[in-house]
């Protein structure tokens, strides 16, 4: 199903959409880039990220981006329909490897000490969210961004909805979601959209706010 969203046309993402992906996060989280990569020359760190929603688009994430009349991508959202199935696809389908090897044999060039602290972020995440309320399974919205020049036009709010279709249709019953405290323009998105907090993570950035919706009653 294909949404209009003002002059844009929201669709399924694939393969190719990634690079352009990687460049709208690239300039909608200029801290996390700042704080996890040395900025340098060239596309390094593009090249590091793509490969990293490369990894989450195979291992059957679903992705949606929102694209212009002329074809330029101007946002995108990104789910998975189950949180815990999503660590298990990835080793399972090797993706994991596939990018160790990529990142040890220098195809893709992530230095020791980002890797070190992508690493001990990701723990520290895992371990903060064991105060958050048990469920035997939820769907998460893994991304949302647009591109500045298309914010402020609903395009947002459109693609977390067509995310939220997608999981509704595939009968998850529960999303979950990240948002920083002081990032007041993805919180009120949320909040509008009828996600509640439901406790507070950390990572070696500082603190997450936690929320949650139900898109159905029921097990979750
Ligand atoms: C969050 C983001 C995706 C919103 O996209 P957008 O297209 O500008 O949002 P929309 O125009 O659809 O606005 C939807 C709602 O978000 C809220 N919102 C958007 N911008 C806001 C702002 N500057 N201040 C307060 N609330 C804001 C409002 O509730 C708005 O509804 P309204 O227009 O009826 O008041 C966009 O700001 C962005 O890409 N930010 C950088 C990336 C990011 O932070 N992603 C979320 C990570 S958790």
Partial sequence: ?????????????CEEDIQSIAKIYLEAFPESVDFFFRRDAGDRILQIIALGFGILLDAGCKFFVAKDSPGNLC??????LDDAELHKAVI????ALG???ALFT??????????????????????????LPKRTSFGRLMSIAVHKGARGQGLGRDLLRRALQCLADE??????????????????L???????????????QGRWVAMEKLLFKGRG
């Fill in 1 to 13: 199903m294909n949404i209009i969203s003002g002059n844009k046309e929201i669709i399924s993402g």
């Fill in 75 to 80: 946002g995108y959202s990104i789910v998975v």
């Fill in 92 to 95: 399972r389908h090797g993706h």
């Fill in 99 to 101: 990018a160790a090897k």
């Fill in 106 to 131: 220098g195809k893709i060039a992530i230095r020791f000490t980002e890797m070190l602290k992508l690493g001990a972020n990701g723990m520290v995440m895992a371990a903060s969210s064991f105060v």
């Fill in 171 to 188: 009968g998850v019953h529960v999303v979950r979601l990240e948002v920083r405290p002081e990032n007041t323009a993805a919180y009120e």
């Fill in 190 to 204: 949320y909040r509008t959209e009828g996600f509640s907090e439901i406790g507070v993570t950390r990572d070696l």
